[in-house]
Each structure stands twice: as C-alpha cells, then as structure tokens.
C-alpha cells in the first residue's frame, strides 16, 4: 500500500494533465480508430490514479463524459472549495457519469466518504458502492469487469 503522504498529495508543478490531454490523448486519436467525441471519452483510476481521475476529470469535465474513482482518497490539494467549484463550472445536463467504489476495510475509507458527500450535497448524479474487502489487488481484480461494463454502458 502507498504511504499515506504519497497517496495524498497532488506532486508539485505535475505536467500528468497537460500531458495526457495536449500529448496522450491527440497522439491515441490520430494513430488509432477512436471515437473522439466527449461522449466516448472516459477516466478512471484505483487508489492514486482515482485521484488523477477525480482531479483532471472534474477540472477539465469537457473531455470525458465518465469519472471512475476506485478507492480514490482525493489529493490534499483537492479541498471541498475547488471540488465544488469545478463543479459549479459544469452546465446543468453536463455532468460527467461519477462511478465511486470503496472497500468497508479501505483505510482511505473516511476521505472517499467525503467527496462521496460533496457529490450529494451539490445534487450531481453518481454510484456510490461500499463492498466487502481492503484497500488492495484482490479486491480490485474482483470488479474489473464491473468497472469495465459500466464505463462502456453508455457507448
């Protein structure tokens, strides 16, 4: 498991989200046969790549039409008052699918629960699923074809 620090913070001066929007996602567009549209476009991660979904999906909500976030404890960086304003940023109708799971033995368990209540509180559409397990691969490999469906549900 990573070290709860690491886990948490959002790394200084991080190029990911320039580089995955401007770099990855043009490059995979223009060499393979994807459907560009936002509509098509999904993001998701377990643990910290959750977190990395949750921050550059809601802050650029105008890429992807899904947000999963397994066991995803939100970067310290990402406070209640920027959540809610990327939320805000967002036109009623254009809410990103919000796909949110969770083990009972996660020890992030606490910190999923509050974005889970940032989500209710601004009245955005989500899943919310608390199952059996730990922060670990074999509850993860478990839902892979759980997660996998519903992120293609819609395409």
């Known amino acids: 498991m ?10 200084e001066n991080s190029s990911f989200a320039e580089i995955l929007l ?18 098509y476009r999904a993001i998701g991660g377990i643990s910290r790549g959750g977190n ?10 105008e890429f992807f039409a899904s947000i ?11 406070k209640p008052e920027k959540i809610r304003a990327w939320l805000g940023q967002i036109p009623e109708g254009d809410y990103p699918r919000i796909y ?3 083990s009972q033995g996660d020890p992030y368990l606490e ?16 899943e919310w699923h608390l199952s059996p ?15 996998l469906r519903w992120y293609t549900k819609i395409w």
């Not at 910190?111 to 989500?126: A, D, K, M, Q, S």
Request: no cysteine; proline share 6%; aromatic share 14%.
């Open 2 to 11: 990573p070290r709860e620090v690491d886990a948490f913070r959002l790394p």
């Open 68 to 78: 999963g976030a397994h066991s995803a404890p939100v970067f310290f960086s990402d």
């Open 22 to 39: 401007e770099g990855v996602i043009p490059h995979v567009d223009a060499h393979y046969r994807t459907r560009a549209e936002r509509a």
């Open 111 to 126: 910190r999923n629960l509050r974005f889970e209540t940032i989500l209710v509180e601004e009245g955005i559409p989500h």
């Open 133 to 147: 397990g730990f922060h670990n691969e074999d509850y993860w490999a478990a839902r892979v074809e759980t997660y």
């Open 100 to 102: 949110l799971d969770s």
């Open 52 to 61: 990395w979904a949750i921050h550059i999906g809601l802050s650029h909500w």
